[in-house]
């Protein structure tokens, strides 16, 4: 017997195929520049959060590269769109999702939440630097108006205790 | 008009001369030439006093953090007896790093090469099967871990220099003192700490370009125009008509100032509860209340970035070290600072304030990276050589051995490379 105390049942799920093409169609939105449909995808309480120096730890506790609320990431946006200084050129990148994993969520997950686990080859060409980066990734997914919205993003790049060039790009 | 501003100040008699670096311009073989960085290590980073790291980073025995001074790999730690050391992270057998890790907590370090140990204070406990060894040849105690000859430290801030000789660190660190004690007064406790992680970002160019860049109030309303069009700060701050000022402190160390504006922004809080409870408690702490008021207005380095000559930083909630490696490529360490005492909603405050605007993925940082960028590139001209820092030159006002400009006022670039100039230039 589940002790509902300890294990709240889940009220939603994903399947692999599904998460997938979740995915797909985020990075189809960023690699053909459809910013704002992207940020469509966060729901309202979204963090897009991408450590520093560690794949994970506490951001109340340690900076990070980015820890964005809905609102900071519609900024980002912003910036990218008045292409100015190191977005005059802007960067085209290419999203490459894989070993996509729908596991079950930490026990302090809210049960309407789905978790996806996966990896990140993302290629970045801006001007002269063509550079790669790998990164875990982590979802955490709510379902909302027929369709699943974004509302923990973690990418923890492989190297993130390493110098960056820059990392201007809306990722 | 440039060349009489110059005469007037180069023609003081005993003060130095450089071919590439002239009172306001600079010849791009000053960030290019292989020579002249060899000169920069051994005169400067070698030399004079370097920042190294905070007492915080290694508050327990045993503490210990890798760095560089310079270009040469170093170890911080504190010993058993709580004394810091400044150890060459270089095996006296056969030259390999003997400490790996960013940071950690040991009683030894020892070399993977061949086996020796060392102490965390580098006293060598005995080379690996010592039987080899005869006492007519070894003597360990030859062979400890090459030490910084003198270590110290201010407020906090851990400093070294591989001269075993020369002015003091407060000698050093003369009227920039006043900032630094700005910022940390500032604090609930009086201190404070790193600890939260780092911010790191390279950059293909010289490494002068970020110490030029961290106090110049010129570029912001260009380089950040994208960042300033989505916050609260606007054009105002670094336009033609701010009050902000801009300063050279002298020994090379400068200040970009804006209190007067950041004070307009947090007077009104004196008059709130919370206001009023911080300025008690800094009274308590500071013994005056004048005094108590002046470090809560300047708001610490939300009021003001420090550049302490040659490569540190403390700029917005972060402590900021510089690290040439080659002429032209650098690599920048951000640590963001709290404030000992503080709340644990201060700390996260303090961290997402820094993250909006600093790092590889701030809304500032990559902007400055991308125009080192194209310094970088555009140094490659021949026939326009000089870069300028001409800029408010006549309306300098002179303070004892500090200058002050206006925010937008390449003053700071002048103090910095007159302190260059002292080390690098040849006196007539």
Not at chain 1, 2 to 18: E, F, K, M, V
Not at chain 2, 85 to 98: P, W
Not at chain 2, 334 to 344: C, F, M, R
């Amino acid at each position: 017997m589940t002790d509902l105390d300890q294990s709240p049942a889940r009220q939603a799920a994903i399947t692999r195929a599904q998460a997938e093409e979740f995915l797909h169609h985020e990075a189809e939105l960023l690699d053909a520049g459809r910013h704002r449909e992207w940020l469509a995808l966060f729901a309202e309480d979204a963090i897009y959060w991408v450590p520093s120096n560690e794949p994970d730890n506490d951001p109340n506790q340690h900076v990070s590269i980015i820890y964005d609320t809905l609102a900071l990431l519609g900024d980002r946006i912003t910036r990218y769109e008045l292409g100015r200084v190191v977005q005059e050129i802007p960067s085209r990148t290419l999203h490459l999702f894989g070993n996509v994993q729908v596991v079950d969520p930490a026990p302090d997950v809210a049960p309407d939440l789905v978790e996806i686990r996966c990896g990140l080859a993302l290629y970045e060409v801006h001007g002269q630097r063509n550079v790669t980066y790998p990164a875990h990734c982590r979802y955490l997914l709510r379902a909302e108006g027929g369709g699943w919205r974004i509302v923990l993003k973690k990418v923890a790049f492989l190297g993130n205790d390493q110098y960056f060039q820059s990392l201007a790009f809306v990722f | 008009m440039t060349t009489e501003a110059q005469t007037a100040q180069t023609d003081t008699g005993s003060a130095p001369v450089h071919p590439w670096v002239e009172p306001t311009r600079v010849h791009r073989n000053a960030y290019l030439d292989e020579q002249l960085f060899e000169q920069e290590l051994t005169r400067i980073f070698h030399k004079t006093w370097v920042y190294v790291g905070h007492e915080s980073e290694v508050a327990n025995p045993g503490d210990y953090k890798t760095t560089y001074l310079g270009r040469q790999p170093v170890i911080l730690s504190r010993d058993e007896d709580r004394k810091i050391h400044v150890l060459m992270n270089r095996c006296t057998h056969r030259a390999a790093t003997v400490c790996q890790a960013k940071q950690g907590n040991s009683t030894f370090f020892r070399c993977e090469y061949h086996g020796w140990m060392f102490r965390n204070n580098g006293d060598l406990v005995a080379p690996t099967f010592s039987s080899g060894y005869d006492p007519a040849d070894f003597d360990a105690s030859k062979f400890a871990l090459g030490r910084a000859p003198r270590v110290d430290s201010y407020r906090g801030l851990v400093f070294a220099s591989l001269a075993a000789e020369g002015e003091s660190l407060r000698e050093h660190l003369g009227r920039v003192t006043e900032f630094v004690d700005l910022t940390i007064d500032l604090a609930p406790e009086g201190t404070i700490r790193l600890g939260a992680g780092t911010h790191r970002y390279s950059y293909r160019g010289n490494w002068k370009l970020q110490s030029e860049n961290g106090v110049d109030g010129y570029h912001p309303n260009f380089v950040h125009q994208a960042f300033l069009e989505t916050s609260y700060l606007g054009k105002g701050l670094f336009g033609p008509n701010s009050v902000a000022r801009a300063g050279a402190l002298g020994h090379g160390h400068a200040v970009l100032d804006f209190r007067t504006l950041m004070a307009d922004v947090i007077r009104p809080m004196l008059d709130t509860p919370p206001g009023r409870r911080r300025v008690d408690q800094l009274t308590e702490r500071l013994g005056d209340r004048e005094r108590a008021t002046e470090v809560f207005l300047a708001g610490g380095t939300q009021g003001f970035n420090i550049l302490i000559f040659p490569n540190l930083q403390i700029i917005g909630a972060q402590i900021r070290v510089i690290h040439p490696r080659t002429p032209t490529f650098t690599e920048v360490d951000l640590y963001p600072y709290l404030h000992g005492g503080a709340t644990e909603a201060d700390d996260v405050a303090r961290l997402r304030m820094h993250e909006a605007f600093y790092g590889p993925a701030g809304g500032g940082g990559p902007d400055d990276v991308e125009m080192f960028d194209r310094v970088g590139e555009g140094m490659a001209v021949e026939g326009v050589e000089w870069l300028h820092f001409l800029r408010g030159l006549r309306r300098e006002e002179v303070d004892g051995e500090a200058r002050w400009g206006h925010a937008t006022d390449e003053t700071p670039q002048r103090g910095f490379y007159r302190q260059w100039l002292e080390l690098m230039g040849t006196r007539r």
